[in-house]
């Protein structure tokens, strides 16, 4: 209570907190969060392991975002590289990429750097976002968009990918809507970076 500013009578009278903030309580959730969250897939994987020798990764989601973007539930889901990686063969994860806005790209990259600086492991993108979901624009940008994120996730440190999403609808509001594969001129763009 003292740290906390708060005056609770026991310990089953604290909650979770409902938004991000600034304070000692709000650290203290994201410790215990992460310390929880981390311990569960330690677990799970100790299960896997006892089947499979198959490496292992979890796809947690990008942390950093834009203020104007991020809503911080990303620093409520618990997700904390460096604990993951001591237990894991990859470092994991699921990056979004707005292809109208350009800061979502370097944020994306500074996501890989920071993997990169906390964990030694290969870096693999299991939900790489090149297009935005639904997205109904068809231009040069989307193709453009495809190469950059090749090119700067290698050199950034990703050693793998998978481009988010193959597949097609014509539901408009599906995710799929206006995927790569509704766009000819990015899976050529895909191909040829890769070859690259």
Same mark, same amino acid.
């Given at each position: &209570? #003292?740290?906390?500013?708060?005056?609770?009578? #026991?310990? !089953?009278?604290?909650?979770?907190? =409902?938004?991000?903030s600034k304070t000692a309580i709000f650290y !203290?959730?994201?410790?215990? $969060?992460?310390d929880v969250y981390a311990?569960?897939?330690?677990?799970? +994987? @100790?299960i896997i392991r006892e089947y499979t020798d198959k490496p292992l990764h979890s796809k947690m989601m990008t942390y950093f975002a834009p203020a104007e973007y991020d809503d911080r539930q990303h620093l409520?889901? @618990?997700? !904390? +590289?460096?604990?993951?990686?001591?237990?894991?063969?990859? +470092? @994991? &994860?699921?990056?979004? $990429?707005?292809?109208? %806005?350009?800061?979502?790209?370097?944020?994306?990259?500074? %996501?890989y750097d920071y993997l990169h600086s906390v964990v030694d492991k290969p870096i693999y993108n299991s939900e790489d976002h090149f297009i935005t979901d639904g997205s109904? =624009?068809?231009?040069?940008?989307?193709? &453009? $968009?495809?190469r950059y994120n090749l090119w700067q996730g290698a050199i950034h440190g990703r050693s793998m990918s998978t481009m988010w999403v193959w597949e097609r609808?014509? !539901?408009?509001?599906? +995710?799929?809507? @206006?995927?790569i594969l509704h766009r000819p001129d990015c899976v050529a763009e895909a191909g040829y970076t890769s070859l690259d």
């Amino acid at each position: &209570n #003292s740290k906390w500013g708060t005056s609770y009578g #026991s310990i !089953d009278e604290i909650t979770m907190p =409902s938004e991000a903030s600034k304070t000692a309580i709000f650290y !203290d959730w994201i410790c215990f $969060n992460e310390d929880v969250y981390a311990d569960w897939h330690e677990w799970m +994987a @100790g299960i896997i392991r006892e089947y499979t020798d198959k490496p292992l990764h979890s796809k947690m989601m990008t942390y950093f975002a834009p203020a104007e973007y991020d809503d911080r539930q990303h620093l409520i889901i @618990g997700t !904390d +590289a460096e604990k993951f990686g001591a237990f894991l063969d990859y +470092a @994991g &994860n699921d990056s979004y $990429n707005i292809t109208e %806005w350009e800061p979502t790209m370097i944020v994306k990259m500074m %996501w890989y750097d920071y993997l990169h600086s906390v964990v030694d492991k290969p870096i693999y993108n299991s939900e790489d976002h090149f297009i935005t979901d639904g997205s109904a =624009s068809y231009t040069d940008a989307e193709k &453009n $968009n495809v190469r950059y994120n090749l090119w700067q996730g290698a050199i950034h440190g990703r050693s793998m990918s998978t481009m988010w999403v193959w597949e097609r609808s014509y !539901d408009k509001s599906s +995710a799929f809507y @206006g995927s790569i594969l509704h766009r000819p001129d990015c899976v050529a763009e895909a191909g040829y970076t890769s070859l690259d």
